[in-house]
């Protein structure tokens, strides 16, 4: 959904005007300024008119995520709060973490505070079942595909009041794992189980983590730890075939060298090898917003029982032949 879409729906639900009308105001105050203002911004203007927040409009959903996305708020209950967590940085100064798990219909994502930005949550008193509003937050893909949000001088959290998934729906549809054996036609998004065979192995790559929070780095240097040692991680990605469909599934890190069955990895490995390999795979199926297809981020991999993925074979398809 467009930000003009987004700001036409809320005039609409929260004016009860119809959005034929609201459409027909933007393109109005487009032509009232000579058309020198932009569609989103004749939106905006008219939202004024309105007496609409401007935070409203700005507000987005987990699903919304991208790494680098400005300007935005995200309404979420808190549905998990980590321990403080204390390691040594590589100055030997003593350094702090804390992590609020926090989502909503669509996904969940993780709010990091670091250091003394503990205290400033410590004084908001967010607890595990409020519903927080966060304002501006530096929004950065991990590893593992999905987004943390982190905090800058920009940021602002308030607690809020909107309806949204209870702490239970939210723990058990994004943290309790029961993954769910699919046959790949039918993916969706959520924890899944698929056995297939490897149909296609895409290249081998490498990344650059801080040794401290595992986050992407380049040159060296982690955006919150400063100069760091690096350490460097693998993903590699494949096509799983189970001859309903095919996805891709990414794998990282020691997955990587269970797949691979190797401890050590070094260049030029032969990756063909493994073409047509029978494998199981456990994960976290999403849609990859840039190829706009369904994808499994990998939590584990395992060798399939053959005696039992016949057996199962038979007993779902074995009457149509």
């Known amino acids: 959904m467009s930000k003009v879409d987004k700001i036409v729906a809320l005039i609409s639900e929260k004016f009860n005007v119809p959005k034929e009308k609201v459409l027909k105001e933007i393109k109005e105050k487009i ?39 400005k300007n935005i708020a995200l309404t979420l209950r808190v549905f998990k709060i980590s321990e403080e967590k204390k390691f040594e940085r590589k100055d030997g100064k003593i350094g702090k973490l804390k992590i609020v798990y ?21 004084k908001i008193g967010i607890n595990v079942g409020d519903v927080i509003t966060i304002y501006n937050p530096k929004v950065k893909e991990n590893i593992f595909g999905s987004f943390d949000l982190f905090i800058t001088q920009n940021t602002k959290i308030e607690k809020d009041s909107e309806n949204l998934p209870s702490v239970e729906d939210l723990l058990s549809n994004f943290l309790k794992k029961e993954y769910k054996r699919i046959e790949l036609r039918e993916i969706e998004s959520g924890f899944v189980e698929a056995v297939g065979i490897v149909s296609k192995i895409y290249k081998l790559r490498t990344f650059e983590v801080c040794p401290i929070c595992k986050a992407k780095i380049k040159e060296n240097k982690c955006p919150i730890h400063g100069e760091v040692e690096k350490e460097v991680e693998y993903v590699l990605s494949f096509e799983l075939d189970d001859f309903t469909s095919n996805v891709r599934v990414a794998l990282f890190r020691d997955n990587v060298r269970k797949f691979l069955g190797i401890e050590k990895i070094e260049e030029n490995i032969d990756l063909n090898k493994h073409l047509g390999k029978l494998i199981g795979v456990r994960g976290r199926a999403k849609i990859n917003k840039i190829f706009n297809r369904f994808e499994i981020i990998a939590d584990e991999i395992f060798e399939p029982n053959i005696n039992d993925e016949i057996i199962e074979l038979i007993e779902n398809y074995g009457k149509e032949y």
Do not use: C, H, P
């Not at 032509?31 to 401007?54: H, K, P, T």
């Open 31 to 69: 032509e009232e300024f000579g058309g020198l203002v932009s569609e989103e911004g004749a939106a905006m203007l008219v939202a004024r008119d309105y007496g609409l927040d401007i935070r409203e409009i700005a507000k987005s959903k987990v699903s919304d995520l991208v790494s680098g996305i």
């Open 102 to 122: 926090a989502g909503d219909e669509t996904g969940y994502t993780r709010i990091l505070f670091w250091d003394e930005q503990i205290e400033n949550l410590n």
